[in-house]
């Protein structure tokens, strides 16, 4: 088979555009011809589909794919660009048996509020209506009747940290051959829930139940998929929320029936996903206690989680460890990361073993804190490469610009490591980069919600949750959803919904 594969993904934090602004074609990552087929290796959806369809014989034509760090709604002039360059990759790439696009559910640009319903139907416009169009999706997409009416297949990871993305690639390219052969006649229903959902991971939970009954419904013979998407709370479109999405095999009300009754399953547990907001003090103080009794202890800053379009830099955590004084409490303690390349700069200019006065952090907005200001001895500087070891994203090289690890309080103190890229902490790779081994440390505080488990559950003796104001706070409510097609529980507590089995 020939394969086009390409596609935009961007996951859209509408309220962060008074952070970042408007996310432009320069923020994103663009792989073209040969730079695709460098994923062949790595645990990513399109890496699964090189494995996949290098298993089977067939030939991928890589077309444009971008991908951005999440952030603020996309430049329509950008998007335009991309898209154009997309469509006209795959119009070059013709005949086909199929395209897949590997896109995220959740992308917003200036005046069109489904970026993924939008650039499948371009495609397909390019395409007609006989040429397999499937995808991959996040499982945070906020997910819409439009985009399963133009796409044959959306294949959303079951996961949350996303450590299942290669198998979703594999699965696309797999499922390929049933489509063009005609054996498969996909139909899809997408059971929308006037619900929106903290970030809740899937090890453990009721998030890892619900996507355990996803999985048995798949044992029918007609179900070719079953995915409980999150949905991303932090965008303000009219089609927010929650949702299940069920292909069958030609079988428009087993679609239906199977997904209304898992989503009236996740509609009776919903209080279930309420998560408790621990201040950073509390959680700090809970992270002492335990790691007194043996560690390593993990705090994770859910809050400022650049994996959900925040700006990397919120110093309220890092405040409260230093003004707690927590390096004297602990032996060994590290806060990683802090996105700040001015301070990562200063550093590098001055050398290992100098002492020099910061402002670090806070230097995006005030919800996420003013800059701590004080001396900071240099430790350890690298240039931050390095690759991923963790299930989710393992064999990815990553480039994060000029590091350091800093000492606040002089040699000896508080380890900081400050990072010149804004991302989110997936792995123990940036730790190690800088000269830490954390199997061996006490605490170890990171920014992320929860994509950091698939590196860290499996050494943690206790994962405590820290959520202070910022743009992915556990706390949706915060958020105001002016232009969602209804009421959202829990923003609205009164929300009903009315689906059930027998739909």
């Known amino acids: 088979m020939r394969i086009a594969v390409g596609g935009i993904e961007h996951e859209t934090n509408t309220f962060a555009v008074d952070t970042f602004g408007l996310t432009t074609a320069a923020d994103f990552i663009q792989r073209r011809g040969d730079g695709l087929a460098r994923l062949r290796g790595v645990r990513s959806y399109i890496g699964g589909m090189y494995a996949a369809a290098d298993a089977a014989g067939h030939e991928i034509v890589p077309c444009l794919f971008a991908l951005a760090q999440p952030s603020g709604t996309i430049e329509a002039a950008s998007y335009e660009a991309m898209a154009d360059e997309l469509v006209a990759d795959v119009k070059a790439a013709l005949p086909v048996d199929a395209v897949v696009l590997d896109m995220h559910g959740a992308g917003v640009v200036e005046g069109l509020a489904d970026l993924e319903a939008d650039l499948a139907s371009r495609v397909r416009a390019v395409i007609g209506p006989n040429v397999g169009l499937v995808c991959t999706l996040d499982l945070h997409g906020n997910i819409t009747q439009a985009m399963a009416d133009v796409l044959d297949l959306m294949l959303g990871v079951h996961e949350y940290p996303h450590v299942d993305m290669y198998e979703r690639g594999v699965e696309v390219i797999e499922a390929l051959p049933h489509l063009v052969d005609g054996e498969w006649q996909p139909v899809t229903h997408v059971e929308r829930l006037p619900l929106l959902l903290p970030t809740s991971t899937t090890f453990g939970g009721p998030a890892g139940d619900i996507r355990d009954a996803c999985l048995a419904a798949e044992s029918h013979p007609d179900v ?42 996740v509609w009776d547990r919903r209080d279930d996903f309420r998560a408790e907001s621990l201040t950073p003090e509390i959680a700090l103080r809970r992270a002492v206690s335990v790691a007194a009794r043996g560690g390593p202890v993990v705090v994770n800053e859910t809050s400022d989680n650049p994996g959900g379009g925040t700006p990397g830099d919120a110093t309220h955590l890092l405040r409260a460890m230093i003004e707690m004084g927590i390096a004297d409490e602990v032996e060994r303690v590290v806060f990683g990361c802090i996105y700040d390349p001015a301070v990562a700069t200063q550093a590098h200019d001055a050398g290992v073993g100098a002492t020099i006065e910061v402002r670090l952090g806070g230097k995006h907005d005030d919800l996420h804190g003013a800059p701590i200001e004080g001396s900071a001895y240099v430790k350890t500087l690298t240039d931050g490469e ?43 790779e940036i730790f190690e980069l800088c000269g830490i081994d954390v199997d061996r440390w006490d605490l170890i505080v990171l920014k992320s919600s929860q994509h950091f488990r698939a590196g860290f559950a499996d050494i943690a ?20 959803h002016t232009s969602a097609d209804g009421p959202r529980w829990p923003v609205d507590p009164g929300t009903h919904w009315t689906g059930s089995p027998s739909q």
């Open 461 to 480: 003796s206790e994962i405590i949750t820290a959520d202070s104001p910022g743009l992915t706070t556990l706390d949706i409510t915060v958020f105001d």
């Open 224 to 265: 070719i998929d079953c995915t409980f998407f999150h949905g991303f709370p932090y965008t303000d479109v009219p089609h927010v929320g929650a949702s299940v999405v069920v292909t069958t095999n030609a079988d428009p009300d087993l679609a239906r029936r199977v997904a209304a009754a898992v989503a009236t399953t």
């Open 386 to 428: 390095f690759v991923f070891s963790s299930p989710m994203l393992a064999g990815a090289r990553s480039r994060w610009g000029p590091t350091v690890r800093l000492q606040m309080g002089g040699a000896g103190g508080l380890d900081v490591i400050v990072t010149s890229w804004r991302s989110q902490v997936f792995d123990r």
